[in-house]
């Protein structure tokens, strides 16, 4: 089976500007979860989706934001963005919620904010 | 609140000496506990993981960790450290009512010089 891919692997923005981030499951798993890990704070839990659906939101202000699509493919966007949102983002998937502490991660994203 | 405490940022040992990779936890419901390891510009990986049963888990590449309940703890440990186990390990921890939401440690850092 295919791992989780994350696209694009690197990304440079400008200030103010959005971004939209990408993420294939694992095929057949249904859970797409989000962190961000930057050197000061470490990995932190963004959010996490089910059938289209947010379960779960760590504490990130309202410019993150997230959806699934109904192939369980999922995207993150962040508007207006901040020097310090330079990270890494990683998606990881779980086959369902009752298992979606087992979960399998991408490679990432890099995101860097000039 | 959940939270997951690894002890030293950077961990140095010989290759073929034991290695020991600290971690406590805190929890008010009963613990899942993993250890994901990553290595330079990639995602994380999944070494071992304990939600219920036997205390003492393996894992790839020849680690283990013990679960202790009575110490809060669940230390990664590997008899003989080869140098391509340098690398970060992460201790993570969840819960049963936490769905994909996973707690990380602040990291480790293993060095192995030959």
């Known amino acids: 089976k295919a791992g989780v891919t994350q696209t694009p692997r690197y990304l440079i923005k400008t200030r103010g500007q959005q971004v939209t981030l990408s993420c294939s499951p694992i095929?057949?798993?249904?859970?797409v979860s989000w962190y961000q890990q930057t050197p000061g704070q470490g990995l932190q839990f963004l959010f996490e989706?089910?059938?289209?659906?947010?379960?779960n939101k760590g504490n990130f202000p309202g410019r993150f934001s997230g959806r699934q699509f109904s192939n369980s493919r999922s995207e993150m966007n962040v508007s207006t963005l901040e020097l310090g949102d330079s990270a890494l983002y990683l998606c990881?998937?779980?086959?369902?919620?009752?298992?979606?502490?087992?979960?399998?991660f991408g490679p990432g994203t890099r995101l860097t904010v000039t | 609140a959940q939270s997951v405490t690894q002890l030293g940022s950077h961990v140095s040992v010989s290759e073929g000496a034991l290695v020991l990779l600290r971690c406590n936890y805190s929890?008010?419901?009963?613990?899942?506990l993993f250890w994901y390891v990553q290595y330079p510009n990639q995602g994380l990986q999944l070494l071992l993981k304990?939600?219920?049963?036997?205390?003492l888990v393996k894992g790839i590449n020849g680690f283990e960790a013990e679960f202790k309940k009575s110490e809060t703890s669940f230390h990664l440990t590997k008899p003989s450290a080869h140098m391509s186990d340098a690398a970060e390990y992460f201790c993570?921890?969840?819960?049963?009512?936490?769905?994909?939401?996973?707690?990380f440690g602040q990291g480790t850092e293993l060095s192995v010089k030959p």
């Open positions: 990881a998937s779980s086959p369902s919620p009752e298992s979606s502490y087992e979960q399998y």
């Open positions: 095929s057949g798993h249904r859970s």
């Open positions: 989706y089910f059938s289209e659906t947010q379960r």
């Open positions: 929890s008010s419901v009963p613990p899942y």
């Open positions: 304990y939600t219920t049963g036997a205390t």
């Open positions: 993570v921890g969840t819960s049963y009512n936490q769905g994909g939401k996973l707690i």
